[in-house]
């Protein structure tokens, strides 16, 4: 049971570049989200997903683009990626989203941008 | 709008002694209440959440919290703390009103002493 994957692990890139952060589950989860964890700012949502198809943004979505055709996958894309992006990324799951349920978290993505 | 507070970036304790990590919260309507941790390099793994019921919630590894709805806090808190507790934790709050939106508090770096 692999539950939630990342990749990369580590990623360095320069700015401007297009970047795309993998995220798979294996529980067919209905919610999908993917964090940002930054020093002095704790886990920031960036997106969610209630479902293959439905997305929405969290309170760091600016630079970010997600999409989610396939219930186990939600890839981040940062468009143009900038240095203020460098941080790490952790995207996570849960059976219903709603607040009674737990998230699940994948391993991390640590993403360096020059 | 929601958020959290964890008014303490480190908290030190000596093994065998009790411990606990602040939290309080801000969110309209009743809140859903989750501890997390997180070692190193690892992604964050659920302790326990706080949804309705007994203010005292039991959690994995020990652990458990109080929900104080007069002082808006949920702390954590174990009666004997072992070395291998050293992590960081975070609190998170979502609040009822049809968001699947999580707010994470900013951390607090629990380091128990031998």
């Known amino acids: 049971d692999a539950g939630i994957t990342q990749s990369p692990r580590y990623k360095i890139t320069e700015t401007g570049r297009q970047v795309t952060l993998m995220c798979h589950q294996t529980w067919s989860h209905s919610y999908m989200f993917w964090y940002r964890q930054d020093l002095g700012h704790g886990l920031r949502l960036i997106y969610y997903s209630a479902a293959a198809d439905i997305t929405d943004k969290g309170e760091v979505s600016d630079g970010y683009v997600v999409s989610r055709s396939k219930t186990e996958n939600f890839p981040l894309t940062l468009e143009s990626a900038t240095r203020s992006q460098t941080s790490v990324y952790f995207c996570?799951?849960?059976?219903?989203?709603?607040?009674?349920?737990?998230?699940?978290f994948g391993p991390g993505t640590r993403l360096t941008v020059l | 709008a929601q958020s959290v507070a964890q008014p303490e970036d480190q908290v030190n304790v000596a093994e065998g002694n009790p411990l606990t990590v602040k939290c309080t919260y801000s969110v309209s309507g009743n809140p859903y209440l989750f501890w997390y941790v997180q070692y190193p390099n690892r992604g964050l793994q659920f302790l326990l959440k706080?949804?309705?019921?007994?203010?005292l919630v039991k959690g994995s590894y020990g652990f458990e919290a109080e929900f104080n709805k007069s002082q808006t806090s949920f702390h954590l808190k174990k009666p004997s703390a072992l070395v291998s507790d050293s992590a960081l934790y975070f609190c998170a709050v979502r609040g009822f009103a049809g968001t699947y939106k999580y707010i994470f508090g900013t951390g607090t770096r629990l380091k128990v002493l031998a």
């Open positions: 706080y949804i309705t019921g007994d203010n």
């Open positions: 996570a799951s849960s059976d219903s989203g709603g607040g009674t349920d737990t998230q699940y």
